[in-house]
């Protein structure tokens, strides 16, 4: 096993375990109930996945899909669930924590002046002064800082995960571009809905919005984008649905995720609070309209797919190329070699033949 594949293995995943336990200390520092640190239970399952990817896939990724970032969202949507649920009740002025810091900094300088007490417990006076300047701020703030480095965290730790056979690094690079944008959309998502004060009053309200926004969170631990089905061209494999998935498997992930899993499911929540619950600010009906927009490219696409499809199958079958089966992923870039592999044939035809008028030239002479 290379070294530097153990090292990325084993430091993204130690970061997720890390990440989770600051969520779940902050659960158990809000409702001030001990049992809360059961949740530190879940992340087991991703230790138990780190020793079986070390095992069987020397710790390299999965095809399609990263147990890894899977565990890490079992690990820490709960937290940030209770936390949400819970919302601040702590006032997020600068006074009352500036006293505490205040003080807490005090209770340092005359615990360090006695120099007879040592290193250990100045550290350890440090650490308690540290802890006591963290529990000062807000829990709206540490809520919202917690998505933040939530998605960040997912980004960066797909990054940094060993790769499979499977996916190249050209893809890799793609994955994330994509995941950027997608964890932009689904933080603005959470915080600019639920910051609304007739949102926070309602219970159910608040609970659907979490479920959307988990079941968008869904699509980190997948590699379908920028992954093209390999197919053969069996019996099964030659009806024309099978044919469209073979063909474009990467291109209708993307419009399926688009619309099913993100904008189109966050389209919908934001329609509810609009039409329904009357609920009207210049964000939330900037970003409607951009989920409209986005859904009705992603059908336009859809259909371009679709008759591009339909012309080339007709195309074939016009040659007789009945039995031909046209699963190969669709890129721009291959009609573009294949012209370029046609000119250079040429080009060699003409060189190796010359025109037969400068052939027989040198006769007449």
């Known amino acids: ?56 896939k020397q710790g390299r990724g999965y095809k399609w899909f990263s147990p890894a970032i899977f565990l890490y969202l079992i690990c820490i949507v709960p937290s940030l669930w209770l936390l949400e649920l819970h919302h601040g009740t702590q006032y997020c002025g600068n006074e009352p924590g500036a006293v505490q810091v205040n003080v807490s900094n005090q209770d340092f300088n005359q615990s360090s002046s006695h120099g007879s007490e040592g290193t250990d417990h100045h550290i350890i006076q440090t650490a308690k002064v540290f802890v006591n300047q963290l529990s000062t701020i807000c829990e709206t703030v540490w809520t919202l800082a917690l998505h933040q480095t939530f998605l960040l965290l997912l980004v960066v730790g797909r990054w940094l995960l060993p790769i499979g056979v499977e996916i190249t690094r050209d893809q890799l690079s793609q994955l994330l571009l994509m995941f950027v944008g997608t964890a932009a959309d689904i933080l603005e998502f959470a915080s600019e809905t639920l910051d609304i004060e007739e949102v926070r009053k309602n219970y159910t ?69 609009m039409g329904h619950f009357r609920i009207f600010n210049q964000m939330l009906v900037f970003f409607t309209a951009k989920n409209i927009l986005v859904v009705t490219l992603q059908l336009y696409r859809l259909a371009v797919i679709t008759l591009d499809f339909r012309a080339t199958i007709l195309l ?32 060699k035809e003409f060189v190796a033949f010359p025109p037969k008028e400068e052939t027989q030239a040198p006769s007449e002479d």
């Open 205 to 273: 309200l608040i609970n659907a919005i979490l479920a959307v926004w988990t079941w968008s969170m869904l699509q980190f631990p997948l590699d379908l984008a920028v992954q093209h089905i390999g197919c053969k061209p069996t019996a099964s494999m030659r009806r024309i649905p099978s044919l469209l998935l073979c063909r474009y498997s990467a291109e209708l992930w993307n419009i399926g995720v688009s619309l099913f899993i993100q904008d189109g499911p966050f389209f919908i929540v934001r329609s509810i609070l």
């Open 316 to 347: 074939k079958s016009r040659k007789g190329e009945v039995n031909c089966c046209p699963c190969e992923p669709y890129e721009a870039s291959t009609h573009a070699t294949h012209a370029t592999l046609d000119q250079d044939n040429e080009m």
């Open 1 to 56: 096993m290379e070294l530097m594949v153990l090292l990325n293995a084993l430091v993204t995943r130690l970061l997720f375990v890390l990440h989770s336990l600051i969520g779940v200390w902050r659960v158990t520092a809000v409702k001030k109930e001990p049992k809360y640190w059961l949740l530190a239970l879940l992340n087991l399952l991703l230790c138990l996945e780190t020793g079986l990817t070390l095992k069987f």
